[in-house]
């Protein structure tokens, strides 16, 4: 009996998936949010900048376009406002542990000015009061301000002060969904991804002005005397070849002829004009060789920074008790969603995947609602100069209408005065 040629695979497939769920079952999720239903009972709104008159609300929506109308998130609402929201989380240390921070933003408005970030906050957060000046362990996100401003901030507090990375990475601008991730790993090594790819990664100790530098240039340091840097010198055996320097620059042009109107008498003794001798090679130099001293370019050596001192602790942020969304926004109508806190990559990147099967009817319900405005905009217009051409019209006949009375009024005053010197003549 012929054995199965599918058993192998059905095999191969199976371990597979036992690894995948055995990894998996290590990985923690510590808190993802989707805005389903009961979305409410997690979440707090701010009273920040209320009694100013300037705090923002956010809705429950899918926003003008989507992948999908039933895949809710918050969104921004009022222009000109602050917004503040944050959720209580079952409290966490990264400490030997990968942390993963990841969410989707859709800005679906001409934002002009204002946030799109989202924090980590520790210790002890009255959720009514927070706001701007609440104290956060990270800030991660986009920030954008007119054509300049596209900025991704990641932002780590330590020791009580934040720190800002000192890369410029950019952020998304356009108008559809797209997926912030930051991973930070015990030993202080990090990723940024958009829409799971990575941007940028690096580590703690060279991306932030946290700790000094481990090594510092010696700037006190001299090139050695014996130091050699000529890559190339003079071949000491290279010889001048004799009767070198009786080669004359110029020669007489042999291909030149006396013209026949030359008159030694007036015109003196005819020379042929000079040209540039081929046999010419300029002055002699020795043929250049590699040097066997060469010890390469001396450069700046690097020391030991005696101000350095090592935290091994470096990447360890104080235990995460709460997650929030404070932004300003001159145009409102941001759409956050997918709020993931966990420590597997992995896991994350089958979040992005996940939302992104929808993603080709975002496209198209962004380019449906592109058109729907541009035809809108285009009719406004029209009615605009149809309105416009009105206006001028009118202003027309005005103006035909005053020219006629002033005309006549003119008439009658000349021909009242013709009359009066007409009857002074008589």
């Excluded at 104290?135 to 920030?143: I, L």
């Excluded at 496209?363 to 609602?369: I, Q, S, V, Y």
């Excluded at 058109?371 to 809108?376: D, E, F, G, P, S």
């Excluded at 605009?384 to 103006?399: C, K, L, Q, S, Y």
Aim: glycine letters at 6%; a neutral charge.
């Amino acid at each position: 009996m012929a054995k199965s040629k599918h058993k192998p695979l059905l095999v191969t497939s199976f371990l597979l998936l036992f690894f995948s769920l055995i990894c998996s079952s290590f990985a923690e999720i510590i808190f993802e949010e989707r805005f389903e239903d009961g979305w409410q009972s997690r979440w707090v709104r701010s009273d920040w900048k209320r009694s100013e008159g300037k705090a923002g609300s956010f809705k429950h929506a899918a926003g003008k376009w989507n992948g999908d109308p039933d895949d809710k998130g918050i969104q921004t609402t009022t222009d000109a406002r602050h917004f503040a929201i944050s959720a209580k989380i079952p409290e966490f240390s990264n400490k030997n542990r990968t942390l993963v921070l990841q969410y989707s933003i859709r800005l679906e408005q001409d934002i002009e000015c204002g946030g799109g970030y989202i924090k980590l906050l520790s210790g002890y957060v009255n959720q009514k009061k927070f706001g701007g000046d609440t104290p956060y362990s990270v800030m991660f996100g986009p920030d954008i301000c007119g054509t300049q401003t596209k900025k991704l901030h990641v932002i780590v507090s330590y020791q009580g002060q934040n720190y800002p990375i000192k890369k410029d990475l950019q952020c998304e601008t356009d108008k559809l969904t797209h997926f912030y991730t930051f991973i930070l790993r015990p030993d202080a090594s990090y990723s940024v991804l958009i829409d799971g790819r990575e941007r940028d990664s690096g580590s703690m100790y060279t991306d932030w002005d946290i700790l000094p530098p481990r090594k510092i240039k010696a700037v006190n340091a001299k090139k050695p005397a014996d130091w050699d840097d000529r890559e190339y010198i003079d071949d000491p055996n290279d010889v001048k070849p004799e009767g070198h320097d009786s080669i004359s620059r110029e020669i007489p042009d042999p291909k030149a002829k006396e013209p026949h109107d030359w008159d030694e008498e007036e015109d003196g003794l005819w020379r042929a004009p000079k040209i540039p001798n081929p046999a010419y090679k300029g002055p002699w130099k020795r043929k250049k060789i590699k040097n066997p001293n060469y010890k390469g370019k001396w450069r700046i050596p690097w020391i030991d920074n005696p101000e350095f001192e090592d935290d091994p602790d470096l990447y360890v942020l104080k235990p995460i008790k709460y997650v929030g969304i404070e932004v300003w926004q001159v145009k409102a109508g941001s759409v956050y969603d997918n709020i993931l806190i966990c420590d597997d990559p992995d896991y994350a990147k089958k979040v992005v995947e996940e939302v992104f099967a929808n993603r080709e009817a975002e496209k198209e319900a962004f380019e449906e609602a592109e058109k729907v405005r541009k035809a809108k905009e285009e009719e406004e217009a029209q009615r605009a100069r149809e309105e416009g051409e009105r206006r001028r019209r009118e202003r027309g006949h005005d103006r035909r209408d005053r020219g006629d009375r002033y005309r006549d009024r003119y008439k009658k005053r000349r021909h009242d005065y013709m009359d009066d010197d007409y009857h002074d003549e008589l």
